[in-house]
């Protein structure tokens, strides 16, 4: 997987990430027992989940589930719609306009494939999604992929190989047709 690197447990790396996964445990909890109508609120919960300010025209619908935070760089105009889980250990950049449908699972981390060294710590590898894609409902994107810009990814497709630019891709199949 592209840029997969290993976060050996019992280390002062694996320990803050487990502190920081406990913090945004407790942050989306909270965010997602608010009223949907509790728009400053849920802008104050997600600027802290992220650790900054939330880029323009950031629209996201609970619940959403995000483990770490501090890894997720959206671009502005993003849509993410309900239940939604982003799994950013490993990092995840979503770039300008994209749109996310319900029940899409964004996840960066896993555990070595080798039975003997799956205790050893968790392994993570950045997801990085161009501007203008659109993935449709309940579709998964593993660790190490890259999803260009303008792509189309239809409902219920698993992603573990990068997508090209302006390239449809569907569950069940390769790549569909080019985008115009």
């Known amino acids: 997987m592209s840029g997969e690197r290993l976060i050996p447990r019992r280390t002062p790396e694996s320990r803050a990430v487990t502190e920081r996964v406990q913090t945004v445990l407790g942050l989306t909890s909270r965010l997602n027992a608010l009223p949907f109508t ?80 799956r205790y050893d710590g968790i392994t993570a590898a950045p997801i990085v999604i161009g501007a203008e894609v659109w993935i449709g409902a309940n579709v998964t994107v593993t660790p190490g992929v890259t999803i260009g810009d303008g792509a189309v990814i239809g409902a219920g497709a698993v992603i573990a190989k990068d997508v090209a630019p302006r390239t449809v891709v569907t569950a069940g199949s390769q790549v569909v047709r080019k985008v115009l």
């Open 38 to 117: 509790d728009e400053p609120g849920r802008a104050a919960l997600l600027s802290e989940i992220i650790g900054g300010p939330l880029p323009a025209g950031l629209t996201v619908y609970p619940p959403f589930y995000c483990d770490h935070g501090l890894g997720l760089t959206l671009g502005e105009r993003v849509f993410v719609n309900q239940n939604c889980s982003f799994y950013d250990i490993g990092g995840i950049t979503i770039g300008d306009g994209t749109m996310i449908g319900p029940g899409v699972t964004l996840s960066t981390a896993g555990h070595p494939v080798a039975p003997s060294e």
